[in-house]
């Protein structure tokens, strides 16, 4: 397998640029996330990376070696397509061993590799069947088993489960990702769902009109967004938006929301103006003793918890709280929130402000 490293990568078509000046580093063997809204470049840099598009300037190294403008022939890389894009005349057998026997390899090898992969997928029984006949999910099977064939340096994956329903997916997200620990293989997989992103890779970047909004780990992404973008489209529901303006010291652990004080982590610089407060709505609780108000609005019931909108003096809120929990709409109710967790943004750029929480953002400046 390979590490693939992109640096200054970027793409025109004529007057428009799908992606701008995008650098990062796929590790060997790592399950690597390509995440964002339609259009925001994230399809584009996949087929770049594939050889299927030819990159304006930039560099792309796939173990080692600068790959930018080579063909797709010239790679040593699997895609795995959307929509399968199965040969329906042939059956599922000769549809997996179909790059083998192109490339020559002798029949008992390929005999060999397709049984191996037919284990790996646990489509043994299905060998000599149709494609045409096949469910979704073993089609995508079928797929993944013509790319896994070959032993490529790399498997480049967009949307590979995009056709699927939604409960079929999320069990071929769980085996997708099993294959993928098993195998240890270099994986790139575009998707704008930000629940699989968090559910199968190891990184994200996560993209927007072209640009990387952000790069790192599920988790440091969930709980430390760079931008509100990020902070708006990961998470269900997205971060809670509270704007308001203020002057803040370095190391003030204190903002205030019309009038009340709200906990923040410890700001590493100084800041003047006008702020974004970011919370998610698991971090507040419904608490009558808490100064800051709101009134329910709508609950929506989700079994052991449930999501409760309310309306405050700073905008609509999102709170997760227990089930267990009474909220009727009508209700006035005190929220608090756990500020440590909390996200301060620079309202004008969107970027974070640099905190505890965010030490190495800088939102301004």
Known sequence: MAEIVIKNLRKEFGSFTAVQSSSFKIEDGEFFMLLGPSGCGKTTTLRMIAGLELP?????????QEVGQKPASQRDIAFVFQMFALYPHMNVRKNISYPLVSQGMPKAQVKEKVAEVARILGI???????????????????????????????????????????????????????????????????????????????????????????????????????????????????????????????GATTAHLHGEAVEIPALREAFDGDMVYGIRPEHIRLDDAAGYRGEVIATEYLGTTQIVTLSTSNGEVKARISSDQIAKVGDKVGLSFNGTTATLFDNQSGRAIRSALNEGVLSHG
């Open 124 to 250: 043994e029984d299905i060998l000599n069947s149709s494609v045409s006949g096949l469910s979704g999910g073993d089609r995508q099977r079928v797929a993944l088993g013509r790319a896994i064939v070959r032993d490529p340096k790399c498997f480049l994956m967009d949307e590979p489960l995009g056709a699927l329903d939604a409960e079929f997916r999320e069990h071929m997200a769980e085996e997708l990702r099993a294959l993928h620990d098993r195998m240890g293989a270099t994986t790139v997989y575009v998707t704008h769902d930000q629940l699989e992103a968090m559910q199968m890779g190891d990184k994200i970047v996560v993209m927007n009109h072209g640009v990387i909004e952000q790069f790192g780990a599920p988790q440091d992404i969930y709980d430390k967004p760079a931008t509100m973008f990020v902070a708006d489209f990961i998470g269900s529901p997205p971060m809670n938006f509270l704007r308001f303006h203020e002057s803040l010291d370095v």
């Open 56 to 64: 304006t300037s930039g560099e792309i190294y796939i173990d080692g």
